[in-house]
């Protein structure tokens, strides 16, 4: 038999030696640095009690931060095995920045340009107790709004009988969105909040039990943003219509005014 490529191979998600670089990048390194640029506060980790490998992980994906936030804030012993899906064509198609990705946060390819190259390692991870973070919007948002969930997170979540962690993200687009190079000077404050694993009701199709997911995060959202007189992600629809609308009232005004004309002086 062929032998796996290491990206493709569920034992390496577990291997005790890359374990070992991998806590010292993770805390020492990663969390270190994000918990001194932000202030990050943390809501429902007692919920996780009685939770056990495999699981899936899922959060509202906005930020530079959204990664680094959720392995930083679960437990160890639910963060050590923690593998996190990362756009195959981006975080995968250069060899350090691969290496890297994978260093600090147990990263493993995921499609999205239709190719067929890891077709099957998720469900194999799951598998192999190796437990996941997915973000089911896809891609980071870009107005702080959360887009749909893809239903495959549920589907995925049905098909191997593994509980789901819905998280909420608050404050991390304000605080480092992705149109920003550098990391924020101010300390913001971002909260991170965990809710009751839930699992897909008897009978309950992936659409439904997805819409469900994308439910709890939203009222984990906008109940912790009230409480803390944040914005909320209805908020951050609101300004990115505006944001829209005066962009093509801009346009519509620039296209109405009539050309400048010049005049030749007669000799």
Known sequence: ?????????????????????????????????????CRVHVHGVELLDNVEEPFLAIANHSSHLDAPLVVGSLPYRLSRHLATGAAADYFFDKKLKAATTALFFNAYPVERSGTRTHKGLTGRLLD???????????????????????????????????????????????????????????????????????????????????????????????????????????DWARTAALKQAQAEADLASQADVPPETTTEKEG
């Open 1 to 37: 038999m062929a032998r796996l490529p290491a990206d493709q191979n569920p034992r390496h998600y577990r291997d005790p030696i890359i374990r070992g670089f991998r806590f010292l990048a993770q805390d020492v390194l990663l969390k270190s640095f994000v918990w001194s640029i």
């Open 128 to 234: 192999a107790k190796v437990p996941l973070l997915i973000f089911p919007e896809g891609t980071r948002s870009r107005t702080g709004a959360m887009g749909p969930f893809k239903p495959g997170v549920a589907a995925l979540a049905i098909d191997k009988a593994v509980p789901v962690i819905p998280i909420a993200l608050v404050g991390a687009f304000a605080a480092w969105p992705n149109s920003r190079p550098m990391p924020p000077t101010n300390h913001p404050s971002v909260h991170v909040v965990i809710g009751h694993p839930l699992t897909a009701l008897p009978q309950e199709t992936p659409a439904k039990f997805s819409d469900r997911l994308h439910n709890v995060v939203t009222e984990m959202y906008n109940a912790t943003a009230r409480a803390y007189d944040m914005p909320t992600l209805a």
